[in-house]
């Protein structure tokens, strides 16, 4: 008995000796942890004075952030005012308009049918929507305004509307914005198969693969979503992404009773800020239209958009649903952009390339001027200067929302800044 006692003693005097070096291990892989965050307490400091900064000097006149890192909430802030007339602050409820960044959450939604089988990338994109079969590309203009055409070298593919190189153009040299406006291909009260019938009349200003032109290929993108899943591609897209992640607010139409929480558009200038009319900017998203754009015309909230996010960043999955395939998602945030004649602005967007629908980070930055952020990070905005992006080494996920035109680049860089701290040259 004496023995058995003494033997219990051992193993709890053991057991307390062990404690504290435990204790301290745990506290100091925390600590470790710790040091290892991007968004440290630091960081946190730097956010809050970059988001005053831009109330403060009248570049927006509401702002906020939402962080996650590692599936956690690490930081938030609203400031300023959603609608500075009415008094309304900025908060968490905010409903926004994304304008572009509705294109990955249209391109999500374009794959989930490319796990099903239904499409490959190099397909041509007549198999599925023959009006783009006959296409023709301008060569040259003459003084007068006369086109000379010339037939496809390849056809249009999927992967070319998945990345702006299928030849769609507003080149002015060759009258082509003039043409797009003329066949008024954002009329709300067309269907997309009548915007793609108008689109596929009109000429393109490139070789399918010669040049990155963004543009209104996501719109394609839709009605090819329409034509193969059989389905209006609203109720598609609310099916299958929308839905199951829980994204509530985010939709074409804005009903009455949310239309208090929508933000108000303003205007920058060099000298002010001004309120753009809100028949300019909402009539889409106040009544039921027949067009139901792929490349804009979505609204939602700071927390709906993290949720996409943060299922990008999980490899296609949010709290029990799986929208995309872990490699599916992978695909989308690799580089497809080939050698092009040029890319136009892409380069102001930092080191990057483009895969379906982000652009994504090829090399870090090249210097301090450039747009801070990890080599693979994908993303995107908006044209009211919204933001967001996916930081898969960090595990990271940001979504920024502010409303103002026109777009905004420095706000994005300095909240980049705040974000990874200032660039240093490695």
Not at 83 to 99: F, S, V
Not at 294 to 317: C, E, H, P, R
């Amino acid at each position: 008995m004496k023995k058995i006692l003494t033997c219990a003693v051992l193993v709890i005097l053991f057991a307390a000796c062990q404690n504290p070096k435990q204790k301290q291990s745990e506290t100091t892989a925390k600590n470790v942890s710790e040091q290892n965050l991007v968004i440290d307490d630091a960081a946190k400091e730097r956010l809050d004075a970059v988001l005053k900064s831009f109330i403060n000097d009248s570049i927006v006149a509401g702002a906020s952030a939402l962080i996650y890192e590692d599936g956690k909430e690490v930081y938030f802030n609203a400031v300023g005012y959603a609608d500075r007339e009415a008094q309304k602050p900025m908060n968490r409820n905010t409903i926004a308009t994304i304008y572009s960044m509705t294109k990955p959450i249209k391109g999500t939604t374009l794959m989930t049918l490319y796990e099903e089988g239904k499409f490959k990338l190099d397909d041509s994109l007549a198999s599925y929507l023959p009006e783009y079969g006959d296409m023709q590309v301008i060569s040259k203009v003459d003084a007068s305004g006369k086109r000379t055409l010339e037939p496809l070298k390849r056809p249009i593919t999927i992967a070319d509307i998945t990345r702006h190189t299928a030849g769609f153009s507003t080149r002015a040299d060759f009258g082509l914005d003039q043409t797009y406006q003329e066949a008024d291909l954002r009329n709300l009260n067309n269907p997309l198969p009548e915007m793609s019938n108008r689109l596929s009349q009109i000429p393109l200003g490139f070789q399918p693969g010669e040049r990155w032109e963004y543009g209104i290929s996501v719109d394609v993108q839709a009605y090819l979503v329409e034509k193969i899943s059989g389905k209006p591609f609203a109720q598609y897209m609310k099916e299958t992404v929308l839905d199951p992640l829980g994204m509530t607010d985010t939709r074409y139409f804005v009903p009455k009773m949310d239309r208090e929480r929508v933000a108000a558009i303003y205007y920058k200038t060099d000298s002010s800020l001004t309120r753009v009319s809100d028949e300019d900017v909402h009539t889409v998203n106040y009544d039921q239209w027949a067009l139901t754009p792929g490349g804009w015309g979505l609204t939602s909230t700071i927390d709906d958009y993290m949720k996409f996010a943060q299922m990008l960043v999980n490899g296609g999955s949010y709290k029990g649903s799986t929208i995309l395939k872990p490699e599916t998602v992978k695909l989308m945030a690799t580089n497809h952009l080939p050698a092009v004649q040029d890319s136009l602005w892409l380069p102001s967007k930092g080191q990057v390339g483009f895969g379906i629908d982000f652009a994504v980070r090829t090399e870090p930055p090249h210097s301090v001027e450039e747009n801070n952020g990890t080599v693979g990070e994908f993303f995107w905005d908006g044209a009211a200067s919204t933001l967001f992006w996916v930081d898969p080494k960090n595990k990271l996920t940001v979504v920024l929302f502010v409303q103002v035109f026109p777009f905004q680049g420095k706000v994005h860089k300095m909240f980049r800044d705040a974000v990874y701290g200032s660039y240093s040259k490695s």
